[in-house]
């Protein structure tokens, strides 16, 4: 919901709107002076102008027009001059970095960043008004003046190019809006707006966990972390400022200011970064879609590979509440023969509900410590919610602001009447990760890291800095204290975690937030876990069923299917959550899902091992893992689970089947084999699981028989399922697998054993 006439505490910041008002100066770029070919540096000039109502033909617009300054003392330039440095992290990246701050460029450290390499094998050398330099993957052209940078892969394409006044051929000057930056006239602060060109038929695919639609061309896209109450809106809970082209690169906006990606939503022939800050650095990326994905995770860190136990069901709801049902849910699971791995803790875990202290209720809960080793005997792992947020009657909440653990305003008071943890105080990770290692050493092998979305844009943080730009980094820091602490007690790294930013994918695992229980939920649901995925993070979830009341049976079946395909699987939200509270005939079906989900279990983890390696999702758009594909580019309701199996969930009441898109090559059911030919629409019956699942010929799937815990399987079991038509047609070819008998052996080193399966 968005309230248009007032702002807010906790609106989304649209930079964008600072560069369409009447009011600011504007400074467009100019042209590039003082460039050294050693360095790489050089200084970029702008023009100073003004946008002025001109009526016309009985309408009203508002172009650019030249301005002068009308200041006192004359002291400010017209045509200010800012330092730029191009940099090369890597064959595939060039890196421009410039700032319009009037102070030196700053290479501060950066939480964001796990790699900040260069590289030295560059060909410089100057060219007729510019330079150009090359390596084995890009050639990129500057031209001084007008100024303009030019991206194109090895192969000579341009990729995309830096875009200046010059360059529009529209009635109105401010079409499009050049490379540029603005000064507010409200506080005189600096905006960025970083311009790039859009060509014919060129699609756009990341921005984090977005809702809206797979494809981004057409939309504005505002990052700014929220609680958005939902899945069917344009707010996220993890936006993450990279993005990627079907034309063959991507772009990296480090910051942690609130960013505006504006897909030619304004005029169609410009992508426009807004920036909320005065710095503009940007990772700019060639490659294929994987290549991309991976360059960009060397960038800001790959996922760890969270353990075997975490693959396994959550059972959850909101909430459980005390001993005795812990142990009647962890009871109603043996005798109903769900496999499961973790039973998850919600609000009700402490004296009251929500009241976050990181003490099990004395009243509810006998011997939490005992209660905890006897569900891990049964093979059962507990995971705990908790919040940074303390509530006035909070016990704690004395202690977190006496010791000045909390966000304050300027003021040195607290901006609400919560005590909200600042995660940039060393000080205050500490205690936090105190808190949770009490809990971790009781036997809790996981914390779900709620919430983190509301650090307060009026807070002045022990970082030095305002809430704009640490609003968006609070989710990693809140991600990486949490972690860490789990990393070194148990030696396992898993969260449950809702809110993101760039390099959260560093601290698995994530899930899509408050989804609403219907088809439409669903389908966005995916949406975001697709995006998500092609923004660098290999694992996410989902609340299977929905969030927000008591799932209904005929979307739960549909949406159990989806979760089989899920790097993560949890049944969360109101209740009743448990299979066995619905009908006879779920039951028995979610038995017969979650039985597949653990048949799978090696051929998951296996594309775990390898995904988390490469920085690619275990979900996986059509459009990453087929590029070249036309048909994959604006699929957003089916997708590739690891590398071999497609996955197209049913999205409508009582569906019988669906029409799924193939790409080339022979596609085999998972479970009947039935043969269809790609390269073109089908209209595929559901399989007994409530949804469609084909394997590409030639693919070797690793199954075990079911088990109710994935510390029950029985690794002799393992059998490697080979999809093809004729039998005889891939005799010799070598399927790499991790040798899962590691697991009798050390199941901490899983992922250095390899086994060749031939056929």
Not at 316 to 325: A, G, L, V
Not at 661 to 668: E, T, V
Request: with cysteine; net charge negative.
């Amino acid at each position: 919901m968005k309230i248009e006439n007032y702002d807010y505490l906790g609106q989304q910041i649209d930079i964008s709107k600072h560069f369409y008002s009447i009011g600011n100066t504007y400074y467009n770029i100019s042209e590039m002076t003082d460039f050294n070919l050693d360095t790489m540096m050089g200084n970029i000039k702008f023009t100073r102008h003004e946008r002025k109502g001109r009526m016309a033909f009985n309408m009203y617009t508002c172009p650019f027009e030249d301005s002068q300054s009308w200041a006192f003392p004359p002291a400010y330039s017209d045509t200010p001059s800012y330092p730029i440095r191009i940099s090369f992290p890597a064959e595939n990246i060039v890196r421009i970095y410039t700032s319009y701050s009037n102070l030196p460029l700053d290479d501060h450290d950066s939480l964001m960043l796990e790699n900040n390499n260069e590289i030295n094998s560059v060909k410089k050398e100057a060219i007729e008004n510019g330079v150009r330099f090359t390596t084995k993957a890009l050639e990129v052209e500057i031209k001084f003046s007008p100024f303009s940078i030019i991206i194109r892969d090895k192969d000579g394409k341009i990729l995309t190019k830096t875009l200046n006044s010059e360059d529009g051929k529209c009635l109105l000057n401010c079409n499009p809006l050049p490379f540029s930056y603005v000064r507010t006239v409200s506080d005189l602060k600096k905006y960025a707006a970083a311009s790039f060109s859009v060509f014919p038929n060129e699609h756009f695919y990341g921005c984090g966990e977005s809702f809206t639609k797979l494809d981004k061309t057409g939309q504005k896209v505002v990052l700014w972390t929220k609680d958005a109450h939902g899945v069917q809106s344009q707010d996220m809970y993890k936006p993450i400022p990279f993005y990627m082209s079907s034309r063959g690169y991507g772009i990296f906006t480090h910051t942690s200011a609130p960013v505006t990606f504006d897909f030619g939503y304004n005029y169609q022939e410009a992508q426009t970064i807004f920036i909320g800050e005065e710095d503009v650095d940007l990772f700019v990326i060639a490659g294929t879609p994987k290549e991309i994905l991976e360059s960009y995770t060397e960038i800001t860190g790959k996922s760890q590979v969270p353990p075997l136990w975490s693959f396994g069901l959550w059972m959850s709801r909101i909430t459980y509440e005390s001993e005795s049902q812990v142990r009647e849910v962890a009871a109603k699971l043996k005798e109903y023969e769900i496999p499961c791995d973790v039973i998850h803790l919600d609000t009700g875990w402490f004296e009251h509900d929500w009241r976050c202290d990181y003490q099990f209720s004395h009243s509810r809960f006998d011997d939490p410590e005992k209660m905890i080793q006897d569900l891990k005997g049964d093979g059962y792992h507990i995971c705990l919610w908790q919040l940074p947020y303390f509530t006035p009657n909070n016990v704690l909440y004395k202690e977190v602001v006496e010791n000045e653990f909390a966000v304050v305003n300027s003021d040195g008071r607290l901006p609400t009447d919560d005590a909200i943890l600042d995660f940039s105080n060393p000080e205050a990770v500490k205690w936090y990760q105190n808190k949770l290692k009490q809990l971790l050493e009781l036997g809790v092998s996981a914390i779900k890291v709620d919430f983190g979305e509301a650090a307060p844009l009026n807070g002045v943080f022990h970082s030095g800095k305002s809430g704009m730009l640490e609003h968006n980094l609070y989710p990693l820091r809140y991600n990486k204290a949490a972690s860490d602490i789990i990393k070194e007690v148990t030696g396992e790294p898993v969260i449950w975690a809702r809110s993101a930013w760039a390099g959260s994918q560093r601290y698995p695992l994530h899930w899509g937030g408050d989804a609403e229980n219907t088809n439409m939920g669903m389908l966005a649901s995916l949406r975001g876990g697709l995006s998500f995925g092609m923004s660098g993070f290999t694992y996410w979830s989902h609340d299977v069923g929905g969030f927000v009341q008591k799932s209904p049976e005929e979307i739960y079946k549909r949406w159990g299917f989806m979760g089989i395909f899920t790097s993560h699987m949890r049944c969360h939200g109101a209740p009743p959550k448990e299979p066995w509270c619905y009908s006879k005939e779920f039951l028995e079906l979610f038995r017969k899902q979650l039985n597949f989900r653990y048949r799978l279990m090696p051929y998951i983890y296996a594309q775990s091992i390898k995904s988390a390696e490469k920085g690619y999702p275990m979900m996986r758009a059509m459009f990453l893992e087929f590029p070249g594909d036309k048909n994959c580019l604006e699929l957003e309701d089916q997708y590739m689970f690891g590398d071999n199996i497609l996955v197209a969930p049913l999205f409508e009441d009582n569906a019988k089947g669906r029409d799924v898109y193939l790409p080339s090559g022979k596609w085999m059911d998972i479970l009947s084999k039935k043969c269809y030919e790609g390269g073109r629409w089908h209209t595929i019956p559901a399989g007994e699981l409530c949804g469609i699942a084909l394997v590409k010929e030639g693919s070797v799937i690793p199954m075990v028989d079911p088990a109710l815990s994935t510390s029950k399987i029985d690794w002799d079991t393992l059998t490697y399922h080979w999809f093809t038509v004729e039998k005889n047609k891939f005799s010799g070819i070598g399927i790499e697998y991790p040798d899962f008998r590691a697991f009798n052996l050390d199941k901490s080193a899983i992922s250095k054993y390899k086994v060749i399966v031939e056929k």
